[in-house]
């Protein structure tokens, strides 16, 4: 499945009282989200397990890639489209092992990074624009080296961290290929219609509309997100 990261949704549990991660996934589905990651450090394993394939059960229907944070394993035993991975969790080898149908994404903070993860084939690339509470060890690299990097790589640059409906234009301005949200769903009052707000600021940078790989084109208008 082809990398479709204009509106990227990453799960969270508990930033709203009884929302877990599944709870995000379909609102995110419904809002008309082109991408999803389960995020799920606060899982144990075998209920990890168990959500994994529920989100990749999930996503299959709505026709869109399903991507697993950090676990290789658990990408593979739940059949999602793919992993994530940061610098520290060895994505020089993480190619062979996914073999080349799923989908394999990496963090990166500067161009040599970028260029190295071109080497590991990557699909696409993480960067961290500003700082966010929801995972305070990142490290920003701002608008400006948000730009440096989409100049310097041929994959598609997806920028996280801080990013809403206010501020996503600025983020593809810069030359990202696509915005990835935490709170900014999960925390939202109506998760449907923030994720619905994200893919209209895509639309309106791209003259049409955020391509959802089902064809089902951008999310309706509806009520604005409170965020």
């Not at 709505?62 to 940061?86: F, K, M, Y």
């Not at 020089?92 to 994404?105: N, P, V």
């Amino acid at each position: 499945m082809e990398v479709h990261p204009d509106v990227y949704v990453l799960t969270s549990d508990g930033l709203v009282p009884g929302r877990g991660h599944l709870d995000v996934v379909r609102a995110a589905i419904e809002g008309g989200a082109t991408m999803l990651q389960l995020r799920a450090p606060d899982l144990p394993d075998p209920v990890l397990q168990v959500t994994a394939r529920a989100f990749a059960e999930l996503c299959r229907t709505a026709g869109i890639p399903g991507i697993v944070n950090d676990r290789i394993d658990v990408a593979i035993s739940s059949g999602a489209t793919g992993v994530h991975l940061g610098q520290e969790d060895g994505p020089h080898g993480a190619r062979r092992m996914l073999g080349s149908e799923r989908i394999l994404g990496i963090s990166v903070s500067d161009v040599a990074q970028a260029r190295e993860a071109e080497d590991f084939d990557a699909d696409y690339l993480g960067v961290v624009v500003w700082s966010t509470g929801t995972k305070p060890q990142a490290k920003p690299v701002g608008v400006a080296g948000l730009r440096a990097i989409a100049a310097a790589t041929k994959l598609p640059v997806v920028g996280i961290g801080g990013i809403d409906a206010t501020n996503a234009g600025e983020v593809l301005g810069a030359g990202a290929a696509g915005i990835a949200v935490v709170s900014s769903v999960g925390a939202a009052y109506d998760p449907v219609a923030a994720t619905r707000s994200l893919v209209r600021v895509v639309a309106a940078r791209s003259g049409g509309g955020a391509s959802r790989p089902d064809g089902a084109g951008p999310a309706p208008s509806g009520e604005q997100a409170r965020t």
